[in-house]
């Protein structure tokens, strides 16, 4: 409760962080934080482009979209784990200098890519109308798939940020693996495609690949989304971030010292 | 707990691990196996034990690597003993540096509000004190300029005038007595002098003995991570000085 209390007292804190990260990131550029939704938009067109040529024949009906519900949350995830990686480290100065509760950098990191997704959510219902799949009353499940890619989310970033402090090879090790999981994820293809071989089990493994495919059913299929796994999620999202919230407060301690 | 206690350390020790040479990158741990780095052990601060009541004025003294600056630390959580405690009562502010969190791209009032967020005010509380703020840095019109068309000058002064506005019940300060030019100087300095005499409890680490002299109550002299002196602060800044020279 203490902790609650403490984080409570820092919101302050946290707020300004956030806009910081948010604002100050493209505050010299002449597009400003538009470019956090012009890159993600770019990177949808390429695969909209190419990927169709690789999927032998196989066609996807309204593939733009398709992608689109997978590539911009996962964007939220990316920049939560880039930044998030180094937050205590970048923040070294911070650190060594004024006593605040470490944990609002890693929080504040996942946060404001989570601000971000709020507004880039915007760029899929836009595509939602446009390609003339429409919007439905479905999206009332957003929140909960949210707060569960959050969880995750922020269970990651306390544990790689902490990590990172000691053995500095973690913010180099963490792109390749981010890189990695964006092909175990069923973000460009259906999951379906790999129904019966011998990958099939990732995605039974990877939690973002229920949550790709519950953003797919709330934007996408117009569907109710599998409580039954979303809430298992929930359950074990909860669990590792404990876990990995009680590393970080024992690896916090000589955060001063290391960095 | 006594109430009218404000810090209070008991039996710390606090020691630092020098390594010789640290396996700093995974490939050089997997090339030299897990196996222990080497280290040494340095005792930075060798079982104290302090007790400094609210309202005191303190400053501690001591050469340089005598431990002042790392009990200051302790004393902030920055970093932890090694064993013993180190237990403070009320909120806290440390001035272990000026102008934290200051983003250059922003203008000097949005900083004010991350340097403040900093030290744990919320939005409310910086609001209050906004107009105090800025009329104590003296920056008039440049507070609506972004903070990296400051001079130096301008910078610590805003900095130093966030820092002391935070209102906090204990206030640790660490080597900044001197920011921006005479007349600045004089009214950090009356501004602490205000502080000192209020039921703050002010821990002062600084080489400038004369100032600490007027603004403190009580000294400690730190030596070799031992406390060697503890009393009034006139005379064992006294007893300082005829051990240095």
């Known amino acids: ?259 | 707990m006594k109430k009218d206690v404000a810090i209070k350390v008991t039996n710390m020790t606090k020691w630092f691990k020098y390594y010789s040479d640290k396996a700093n990158t995974m490939k050089e741990r997997l090339v030299r196996g897990w196996k222990k780095n080497k280290n040494e052990v340095h005792t930075v601060l060798k079982s104290i034990d302090l007790e400094i009541k609210k309202g005191e004025t303190v400053a501690l003294i001591g050469v340089n690597g005598s431990g002042k600056s790392t009990l200051l630390k302790l004393m902030t959580k920055i970093i932890f003993p090694n064993k013993g405690r180190v237990t403070t009562y009320g909120k806290l502010t440390s001035l272990l540096e000026l102008g934290a969190g200051f983003h250059p791209d922003f203008t000097g009032r949005e900083n004010i509000y991350f340097n403040a967020a900093i030290f744990g005010l919320t939005k409310k509380e910086i609001d209050e004190r906004l107009d105090k703020i800025i009329e104590f840095s003296e920056l008039g019109e440049f507070i609506d300029s972004p903070v990296r068309t400051y001079s130096s000058g301008m910078y610590m002064r805003l900095a130093f005038a966030v820092a002391i506005n935070v209102d906090a019940d204990i206030l640790l300060i660490d080597e900044i007595l001197a920011v921006g030019d005479q007349h600045f100087q004089d009214k950090c300095f009356a501004k602490l002098e205000e502080l000192a005499k209020s039921d703050m409890t002010i821990v002062i680490v600084s080489h400038s003995l004369d100032a600490v002299k007027r603004l403190c109550n009580r000294g400690i002299w730190i030596h070799e991570g031992e406390v060697r002196m503890d009393g009034e602060c006139e005379k064992v800044i006294d007893e300082y000085i005829k051990e240095c020279a």
């Not at chain 1, 409570?8 to 934080?33: C, H, P």
């Not at chain 1, 909209?48 to 689109?68: D, E, H, K, S």
């Open chain 1, 1 to 259: 409760m203490k902790v609650f209390k403490e984080l409570y007292q820092y919101r302050e804190f946290l707020f300004t962080n956030v806009k910081k990260d948010i604002r100050g990131k493209y505050k010299a550029s002449f597009l400003g934080v538009l470019w956090s939704f012009i890159n993600p938009l770019l990177q949808v067109t390429v695969y909209a482009i190419v990927f169709p040529y690789l999927m032998r024949g196989q066609t996807i009906p309204n593939y733009l979209l398709f992608i689109i519900c997978g590539i911009i949350p996962w964007t939220w995830f990316t920049m939560s784990m880039m930044n998030g990686t180094t937050c205590i480290t970048n923040n070294g100065n911070l650190i060594k200098k004024v006593y605040f509760p470490r944990e609002i950098l890693p929080i504040s990191s996942v946060t404001s890519g989570c601000v971000n997704f709020l507004i880039s959510c915007l760029i899929i219902l836009l595509f939602a109308i446009f390609t003339g799949s429409g919007i439905t009353w479905h999206i009332i499940f957003l929140p909960l798939i949210m707060i569960v890619q959050y969880i995750f989310s922020l269970a990651l970033v306390f544990l790689t940020s902490a990590i990172n402090v000691y053995i500095k090879d973690v913010e180099y090790m963490i792109n390749f693996i981010i890189n990695l999981l964006f092909y175990a994820t069923p973000i460009l293809y259906p999951a379906s495609m790999f129904d019966g071989t011998k990958f099939a089990f990732i995605f039974k493994l990877n939690p973002f690949a229920y949550l790709v495919e519950a953003y797919r059913n709330i934007f996408y299929a117009h569907e109710i989304p599998g409580m039954k796994q979303l809430l298992g999620l929930l359950g074990v999202g909860l669990l590792i971030l404990i876990v990995c919230y009680m590393l970080f407060k024992k690896l916090e301690k000589r955060f001063a010292e290391e960095i």
